[in-house]
């Protein structure tokens, strides 16, 4: 009996998308999210602008990467600014040197940033809790300060003027709204694939490590496998939303490597909803929006993130898709 009661007090605490069983109810909440979501994107470029739009759905995707590793994986990286950072100097150089075409640029970017994540998982997963974090922060750095001597980066000056070319060599690019549409069809693929990622079996033994780990060694599960195949996928994601926002915005700069970008990805999952399915976008919508309009009040735009964090930690604490999913009675 207190066996049983130390397997399932975990279940108990974890969000609301974590603790219970998904019903053929809530599959059909999922799928009715996911068609307002489509609509939305077809939708929200009449209203807003496209650029904008797609640094949105970018960071989305990227926050949707991290909550994969974090959320599910119960894994805190203080790293992941490294794959976003390097598959954007790789998409970028592989754009403006290589001559490739955008989708080849972005698939470069994915792949380099899945092959550095599984040389610094590796590493990583070695360790648990604040060390492993530690170590994914340090591994981060010297992905920085690489980033800032390598010849083929740009140093400070980043790579500028990247071409957005033609997609499979017929489609330009140049039109905000052809690319628009071509960044959006990107997100949603990354979304759906971290849906089905998160409710395979694969993702409820993810589940069952992070709420129980020694239960799941215990029940014969190689731990260090699973850890290091969701530390991959997530930086592949990860890669996948840094390559195509150097498209975007023809750009690859020290930023994106840098590891305030770690801390911001952090931040935009926890005001989502950590362990929620598409509390991550409402977290990036939320940063954005505030770096975009808020810009005119400068270094000041930081103190106000750390406001909005704080009042989420103390209103929100399951982030806001957490407290709405609580209060509905179902995951999210």
């Not at 990247?162 to 990107?186: M, N, Q, T």
Request: hydrophobic share 55%; with cysteine.
């Amino acid at each position: 009996m207190a066996d049983t009661a130390a397997v399932t007090a975990p279940v108990t605490d974890a969000p609301i998308a974590a603790a219970r069983p998904e019903s053929r109810d809530d599959r059909a909440l999922h799928r009715r999210v996911f068609v307002g979501i489509a609509v939305a994107l077809a939708l929200a470029p009449l209203v807003l602008y496209p650029v904008f739009l797609m640094k949105v759905l970018c960071f989305g995707l990227f926050a949707l990467a991290f909550n994969l590793l974090l959320g599910y994986g119960g894994l805190l990286s203080f790293g992941h600014a490294a794959y976003f950072g390097m598959a954007s100097y790789v998409a970028a150089n592989a754009a403006k040197h290589w001559g490739l075409t955008p989708e080849l640029a972005i698939l470069a970017g994915t792949l380099v940033a899945g092959l550095l994540g599984l040389a610094f998982g590796a590493l990583a997963i070695r360790r648990q809790g604040i060390y492993f974090s530690m170590i994914t922060l340090a591994l981060a750095q010297m992905a920085f300060f690489f980033s800032l001597q390598a010849p083929f980066t740009g140093g400070e000056d980043g790579i500028q003027a990247v071409p957005r070319g033609h997609l499979f060599g017929v489609v330009s690019l140049a039109d905000d709204r052809v690319l628009y549409a071509v960044v959006a069809a990107i997100f949603f693929l990354g979304m759906l694939a971290i849906y089905r990622i998160i409710h395979s079996p694969f993702g409820q033994v993810l589940k069952a490590i992070r709420d129980n780990e020694p239960r799941a060694v215990s029940l014969g599960y190689r731990v260090n496998r699973y850890k290091l195949a969701v530390f991959v996928l997530s930086a592949s994601l990860a890669g996948l939303a840094g390559a195509t926002k150097a498209i975007v915005f023809q750009l690859a700069s020290l930023t994106d490597v840098h590891w305030t970008m770690s801390g911001e990805v952090v931040l935009m999952t926890l005001v989502g909803g950590m362990g929620t399915v598409f509390g991550p976008i409402i977290g990036a919508l939320v940063i954005v929006t505030m770096e975009t309009y808020l810009a005119p009040f400068g270094a000041w735009v930081t103190v106000i993130q750390g406001l909005v964090f704080v009042l989420c930690v103390l209103l929100f604490r399951e982030g806001i898709v957490g407290v709405l999913a609580r209060r509905l009675g179902r995951p999210l």
